[in-house]
């Protein structure tokens, strides 16, 4: 930002109501819920809200045993926040950019860690993905979004969507892989030869490997992710 004085600052940088619906970018990395009813977000994403809104934390039968025991079994899981009301929410998620997707039926896989709010409308369930001893910190697991309605998911910097097809299948660094649509087959596999040539030490030998027809979201960050008890 530049130098402005305080009425150039305050119209530069005020709320503007666009009319986009449930979710606007207020900026790339601000999410608007302009709420009427109720919307699921990421647990400690609240930065700001105006009206009648009240914020309670996921129940732990929310939704369901099936969930909880995952949810144990994962050591971290998807920490949600119920917010209900009128009024106006604003979200963000250590300053990452911001992407709303419209579902019309279709299913998503996210990471766990880049999933930010979802309309009550959208089915979920958390998904354990095979485990590899030390591979990564924390380990991984993601969320299945399937459904009619929005979803926000998180990036560090703009993402980028790699088309995937049966003759040329994607491979992607786990720290780096954002989300891939519900389609793919995902599983983890090993280059012993990058692993050799990085060194010991790197992850990078372990690759996400996703086959089938659809598309996979990287980002230009390798995220570390740690364990957190929910």
Avoid: C
């Amino acid at each position: 930002m530049g130098r402005y004085s305080l009425e150039e600052f305050v119209s530069n940088t005020k709320q503007e109501d666009r009319g986009e619906g449930l979710f606007e970018l207020e900026t790339p990395r601000m999410l608007e819920v302009n709420l009427e009813g109720r919307v699921w977000a990421k647990a400690g994403t609240m930065i700001s809200y105006r009206g009648s809104v009240k914020f309670e934390r996921e129940g732990i039968l929310e939704h369901g045993v099936g969930k909880m025991f995952k949810k144990a079994l994962t050591g971290e899981g998807t920490a949600l926040m119920k917010a209900t009301g009128n009024g106006k929410l604003y979200l963000a998620d250590q300053g990452k950019v911001i992407s709303i997707i419209q579902l019309q039926g279709e299913s998503i896989f996210v990471n766990g860690n880049d999933l930010l709010a979802f309309e009550p409308s959208i089915a979920w369930d958390i998904k354990l993905m095979k485990r590899v001893a030390g591979m990564l910190s924390g380990g991984l697991f993601n969320v299945r979004l399937e459904g009619r309605g929005m979803v926000a998911i998180t990036s560090h910097h703009k993402p980028l969507t790699l088309q995937v097809t049966r003759e040329e299948p994607v491979y992607t660094d786990p720290n780096a892989t954002v989300a891939w649509s519900g389609g793919l087959q995902p599983e983890f596999v090993t280059d012993i030869s990058l692993k050799t040539f990085l060194g010991r030490g790197s992850g990078e030998s372990i690759q996400m490997k996703f086959s089938g027809e659809g598309f996979v979201v990287v980002q230009p960050y390798e995220e570390v992710y740690y364990s957190q008890q929910t």
